[in-house]
């Protein structure tokens, strides 16, 4: 059965490309998203949720009589979360029960020999796509699939299964490129997120309070851009570095130490997108204390007194965040309030989670750093929660966006599934 996307396309699923195709002896390459939080000191996977996640899927194809090919990308170039999948391995194994092989390649010829001597039953992950050069590059599905990393690839391949949601926003080759070339369907973890998603984004679930925090700046400052301009959102409730910037462009003094970090990180040339947003009446509230970090001890400090590195937002942030979240009847929460990483700043992203989900209104939380505090909390069961897999895709698909790895896997339909297409 496919899923809708937004009721306008069809995406095919499992079912369909087995009823359609036969999955049974096929070789399959699988895109998954397990990137997820990095320990900077010892390079450990702070958080398995998505590797959990997307093992479902793994496992039935495999069940189905599929050879099957994972792919993932982790951090990005340069940035201390970027490293090899070894470790993923391990957990992909842990997680779906079954026998996986790493291999410290991509699209070489010891990856390529790899994939051609897989039989049915057999599970390869491949190392981090962004690896590859081209992995990082913006551009059209047609143009990524006449690039060396699909055309290396494809032809190795039957089908190829997207379940990244959490990548869906990138028009990057392993997640555009390969549609073009092989019948194409949506995973388990993307059919899930598309219905849960599909039914909440329900324009009359008012008032809709978005909680953005974390250190995706440039990412957020798009986001809240598109929300805007669509009218989606009713208030914003920022913390971490998001907080920081927009408290910087509303001229609050945050201390010389943070206008430092925030420019080590190139956010301050955002300044001028955050002030236009604010001008045009962005409805975003931004944190009254912090707990901060003044000579290697924590404390809590009161904007207008700011001497310490912000490193996570304060008790009277929370008490006026939560009373905001009351009124709310939809809250998306996603990125951090604080450098979780280190266990002293955690309270304020536990505070705000757990507030969100013992309100009245139906929650979204997305992103792999928050996904850690719900499992930590213990809530992932709640009837009023969505635990996305996605971060900043989720953010633009609630902001009525459309995702360049959705929108490819629903042209993809129209060529090799023409059943579907009523
Ligand atoms: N005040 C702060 N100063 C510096 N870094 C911060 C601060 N608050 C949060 N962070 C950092 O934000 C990072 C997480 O941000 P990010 O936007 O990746 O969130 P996320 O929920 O993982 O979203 P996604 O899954 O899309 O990556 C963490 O590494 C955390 O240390
Ligand atoms: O964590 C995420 O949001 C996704 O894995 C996408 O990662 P990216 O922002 O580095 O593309």
């Known amino acids: 059965m496919p899923c809708s996307l937004r009721n306008k396309h069809v995406i095919p699923t499992i079912d369909d490309l087995d009823k359609y195709f036969g999955i049974k002896g096929s070789k399959i390459l699988l895109r998954i998203d397990i990137n997820s939080p990095i320990d900077p000191k010892t390079g450990d996977i702070l958080d398995d949720s998505r590797i959990r996640a997307h093992s479902a899927t793994v496992r039935e194809l495999v069940e189905r009589g599929a050879a099957v090919v994972v792919m993932s990308h982790q951090g990005r170039p340069g940035d201390s979360d ?27 010829p010891a990856a390529r020999e790899a994939i051609k001597s897989l039989q049915p039953g057999d599970i390869l992950l491949l190392d ?4 590859v050069s081209e992995e990082i590059i913006e551009a059209t599905p047609e143009k990524h699939a006449e690039s060396i990393f699909v055309t290396r690839l494809a032809p190795l391949f039957n089908y190829y299964v997207n379940d990244a949601f959490a990548t869906a926003h990138r028009s990057q080759p392993s997640i555009v490129g390969f549609p073009v070339k092989l019948p ?3 995973g388990r973890v993307m059919e899930k997120e598309l219905t849960a998603l599909s039914k909440l984004y329900n324009p009359e679930e008012r008032p809709r309070v978005f909680v953005l925090g974390g250190g995706k700046v440039h990412d957020t ?11 989606a959102v009713d208030r914003i409730l920022a913390t971490g570095l998001v907080a920081e910037l927009f408290m910087v462009a509303k001229g609050i003094n945050i201390g010389e130490a943070n206008l430092r970090v925030l420019e080590a990180k190139g956010l301050l040339s955002l300044l001028p997108r955050a002030r236009r947003l604010l001008l045009r009446g962005l409805p975003l509230e931004t944190p ?14 009161t904007i207008g007194n700011i001497k310490g590195v912000i490193k996570d937002i304060g008790p009277q942030t929370v008490k006026m965040y ?9 809250i998306v929460m996603r990125g951090p309030a604080g450098v979780i990483e280190d266990p002293r700043f955690r309270e304020g992203s536990r505070e705000l989670v757990r507030a969100a989900v013992e309100s009245n209104a139906y929650v979204i939380v997305g992103g792999g750093h928050l996904n850690s505090i719900i499992a930590e909390l213990g809530l992932a069961g709640r009837p009023n929660l969505h635990v996305s897999t996605g971060g900043g895709a989720l953010l633009l698909f609630l902001a009525g966006e459309d995702l360049p790895g959705l929108t490819a896997l629903a042209k993809s339909a129209e060529k090799f599934f023409p059943q579907l297409i009523g």
């Open 82 to 108: 970027f490293v090899s999948l070894d470790k993923h391995a391990r957990l992909l194994e842990k997680h779906t029960g079954l026998q996986v092989r790493f291999i410290d390649d991509v699209i070489g």
């Open 128 to 131: 981090n796509t962004r690896l």
């Open 184 to 186: 194409s369907a949506a």
């Open 221 to 231: 400052i798009r986001i809240l851009e598109h929300l805007h301009n669509n009218g």
């Open 288 to 301: 009254v204390d912090f707990r901060t970090l003044v000579d290697d001890h924590v404390e809590v400090e």
């Open 322 to 330: 939560t009373e905001i979240m009351k009124e709310a009847r939809l």
